[in-house]
């Protein structure tokens, strides 16, 4: 049997890593069996090119997977919530993700919240309650 990997074409986690959407933990999977993470990842990314919701629900969709507390991934939260915000959503819409989110655990709203803020204040936004 052999050990040797074949190159594959992989214009998904490629495309990925440029728009900074490719998680460098995936890095060691990617080595191992690029044709397979090639695969997953185009499943992945299916709800942002198949058109059926706006890209804003998936992005909002996507801050509450990472936020959950069985996940609580802060850098995909991040990212997330900057790209919903750049495509329109409003800091109400992420924070009702954010509560929805926190019916898993509070601690969707511990690793969200401050992010929100960060992301806000880095918007030259205020996080006023009006």
Known sequence: MSTEIKSVATPVVDGM???????????GLQE????????????????????????KVV?????????AATHMYAPGVRRHIRMALELGATREEVLEVLKLSA????HACNVGVPILLDELERRGQHPDHT
């Not at 090639?38 to 058109?51: I, K, L, N």
């Not at 992005?59 to 936020?67: G, Q, T, W």
């Open 32 to 55: 191992l069996d690029p044709a397979w993470t090639e695969q997953f990842m185009t499943m992945a990314m299916q709800p942002y090119q198949s058109g059926i919701l706006e890209p």
């Open 59 to 67: 992005e909002l969709l996507c801050i509450a997977v990472d936020a």
């Open 103 to 106: 019916v898993l655990g509070i």
């Open 17 to 27: 890593k440029e728009r900074g959407s490719w998680n460098p933990l995936w890095d």
